[in-house]
T-cell receptor, first 111, second 111 residues
């Protein structure tokens, strides 16, 4: 499968714990995006990378959130000290500037 | 300036009928307008996208109509099928970066 891959698909964590998600984009896609989607809403932009450079971060991305794309290939999104309000679907997308393709997402539940 | 307004919120269509979903944007700098289909628990799947240099694009049963002066675009699904039952999101952005999504339309196609 050459699509965008996200792991894990589901994550249940206790409030206050740290979690990390991984995204593997479509190979040769130099742009990688993170979005968050809550139930009944459209995806909301969080941040994006061009190669290894993080070019923009949304105001939604608090200090507890950090994203990396160290070698310009896969990316990780870490949430520190999780809160119940962080419960959502975290989506990754990639593009070569022409079309944006999404992965299946990581469903985070904070209990 | 950054909103994308989508209507209707829900749509019920009989099999074989035409489904029409509308979106309006505000930012005249936007030049990429995709439509995504999302099934429960899955990531958004790119259906069809248009750029403002054309007024219509057709792929199979799916057509985007684009009105640059009115800042509106719409998705038409011809010969709607029960398998088309899903949530549809329009989006807009400058290229594929930082897409702004509509609030979604839940489509139900009955046999």
């Amino acid at each position: 499968d050459t699509g965008v891959s996200q792991n894990p698909r589901h994550k249940i964590t206790k409030r206050g714990q740290n979690v990390t998600f991984r995204c593997d984009p479509i190979s040769e896609h130099n742009r990688l995006y993170w979005y968050r989607q809550t139930l009944g809403q459209g995806p909301e932009f969080l941040t994006y990378f061009q190669n290894e450079a993080q070019l923009e971060k949304s105001r939604l991305l608090s200090d507890r959130f950090s994203a990396e794309r160290p070698k310009g290939s896969f990316s990780t999104l870490e949430i520190q000290r999780t809160e119940q309000g962080d419960s959502a679907m975290y989506l990754c997308a990639s593009s070569q500037r022409t079309e944006a393709f999404f992965g299946q997402g990581t469903r985070l539940t904070v209990v | 300036q950054q909103q994308v307004k989508q209507s209707p919120q829900s749509l019920i269509v009989q099999k074989g009928g035409i489904s029409i979903i509308n979106c309006a944007y505000e930012n005249t700098a936007f030049d990429y307008f995709p439509w995504y289909q999302q099934f429960p628990g899955k990531g958004p799947a790119l259906l069809i996208a248009i750029r403002p240099d054309v007024s219509e694009k057709k792929e199979g049963r799916f057509t985007i109509s684009f009105n640059k002066s009115a800042k509106q675009f719409s998705l038409h699904i011809m010969d709607s099928q029960p398998g088309d039952s899903a949530t549809y999101f329009c989006a807009a952005g400058r290229g594929t970066d930082k897409l702004i999504f509509g609030t979604g339309t839940r489509l139900q196609v009955f046999p």
